[in-house]
Every structure is written in C-alpha cells, then in structure tokens.
C-alpha cells in the first residue's frame, strides 16, 4: 500500500514525465499551497498525504528557504522581490 500511494503521488507530481525536478517542484508549490508547514508535527499531514519522508523534506525546505533568503541579497526592490518576501513571511 505505502508503495502504491508513493507511486501514485509521485507520478502526479511530475506529470507523468518521470522527471524529478518537476516533481519537486509540484511537490514545493503543493506545500506552499498548504501554507508551508514547517517542524515535525506541522508537516506531518503533509508528509502522510504526499508518501514523503518528513526529515528529509524538512532539510529540504530548509535549504530552499535559506537559498530564497540569500537570492534576495542580491535582487533590486521590484514585485519579484516583494513576492519572494511575502512567500517567506508566511
């Protein structure tokens, strides 16, 4: 069952191209669209939903979220920049 439902919503996130960064990115706007939950027990439903592994999200998160915070160091005032800064205030 945990092997199906694993399948099954990796095959939905990447659309059925097999493809692995467009599988994560479905999987990153699916989880911002659930309010980025952030810590073990936030993101336990999440995790359980999607057949992900909670530690391993949540250092990817991390990273990304830290890589995002970095980028806007170096982008001029504009609406990206103010979306990103929305997206991290949540």
Sequence with gaps: QKLDRSFAAR???D????SEPIMM???FVEWIRAG???GAKALGSFTRDWSIIPKKFESLTT???DL??????????SGARSNLEELLAA
């Design 68 to 77: 995002t915070v970095r980028f806007l160091k170096l982008l001029k005032p």
């Design 63 to 65: 990273d990304a979220t």
């Design 36 to 38: 980025a939950p952030r």
């Design 11 to 13: 095959r939905w996130c």
């Design 15 to 18: 659309h059925g191209t097999f």
């Design 25 to 27: 990115h479905s999987l």
